[in-house]
């Protein structure tokens, strides 16, 4: 089987992870019995990607600039190159699977987005500072800022209120097909991708701050619902990660390289690795750090700036007002 190292969010608030989309992989991989380690990150550049979630299969490194799209290309890598625990369903369940994974994703999941990023005191109290953490001034402030805007055009044509108005229905749908499954899951005895996908987001709903009343209100009305996150929570989450303790993806690679050469060969490769490491890492903060004074400055000055990538930015007074 292939080696595994999964790149995500570090926990927090109770979870695994403080991301829905890194809920949802690391569920997967559980799920599945896939041998892997984790590697817990505080910032976006402790990964080699630059993104959470990323995962390095045997030196292939699968992610994206949005976490859950980056959710669905590592499952989707994982469904066809290490174990598919979707294999078994029948063509109805493949259907259902399809309408609720639909579901989940134009409801719940704009949900987690819009409750962490865009209620003012959620992002001012929790969310900021989590994304923010580890880096250096004026970049804690500004990064998670970027992430921010990048989300409310995300959801520019709808409102938190409409938003939260949609979870019941979903819920209750949820709770519905939960309470006619005849196991512990959507489709039985067994997870699927489905499963994973589902307790990213409600487990989110449940434990975390960011999660705003409206939220936390309407996941009470089912307590199915909770006992599903819990039951996962309990009888999957609670159990070690295969691998144990966390490693770094380059000395992972190295290890298998080395394994031939003896204890000294190992040794070598990976301290020059790390040397490497160290200096792409410091070179990438600093020109970051750069940057992020050259946006710092427009900020401040109320000017339009233009972010690299294609996106356009301009500091409005009333950005936290939702």
Not at 39 to 59: F, I, K, M, R, W
Not at 215 to 230: A, F, G, N, T
Not at 283 to 312: D, H, M, P, R
């Amino acid at each position: 089987m292939p080696q595994c190292l999964l790149y995500k969010w570090q926990p927090g608030w109770g979870l695994a992870s403080i991301s829905p989309a890194c809920l949802e992989v690391e569920a997967y991989m559980r799920f599945a019995s896939i041998d892997f380690a984790i590697e817990n990150c505080t910032y976006t550049h402790t990964s080699p990607t630059g993104q959470q979630p990323a995962l390095d299969v045997s030196g292939e490194l699968i992610s994206s600039d949005n976490e859950d799209k980056a959710a669905r290309l590592i499952i989707d890598h994982l469904k066809g190159n290490v174990k598919d625990i979707d294999a078994n369903l029948s063509q109805s369940d493949r259907a259902d699977l399809t309408a609720y994974r639909t579901l989940v994703q134009t409801i719940l999941e704009p949900a987690s987005l819009c409750t962490m990023w865009l209620e003012a005191d959620s992002y001012s109290t929790y969310t900021q500072a989590r994304y923010g953490q580890g880096l250096p001034f004026p970049l804690c402030f500004i990064l998670p800022r970027i992430q921010q805007f990048h989300v409310r055009q995300s959801l520019a044509h709808t409102t938190p209120e409409q938003i939260y108005e949609s979870l019941e229905p979903a819920y209750a749908a949820l709770a519905e097909r939960l309470n006619g499954s005849d196991g512990d899951y959507i489709f039985g005895a067994n997870p699927s991708s489905l499963d994973a996908l589902l307790f990213g987001h409600l487990a989110f709903h449940e434990a975390a701050p960011v999660s705003c009343p409206e939220i936390q209100h309407q996941l009470r009305q089912h307590p199915v619902l909770k006992e599903y996150v819990d039951r996962i929570s309990k009888d999957i989450f609670e159990k070690p990660v295969p691998f144990g303790a966390s490693i770094m993806s380059q000395e992972w690679s190295q290890r298998a390289q080395a394994a031939a050469r003896g204890a000294s060969g190992r040794a070598e490769k990976q301290q020059h690795a790390q040397a490497e490491e160290d200096l792409d890492r410091n070179g990438k903060i600093w020109l970051g750090a750069a940057a992020a004074a050259v946006v710092a400055f427009c900020l401040f000055s109320g000017q339009y700036i233009t972010i690299a990538g294609g996106y356009e930015f301009e500091d409005e007074d009333d950005t936290d007002d939702m």
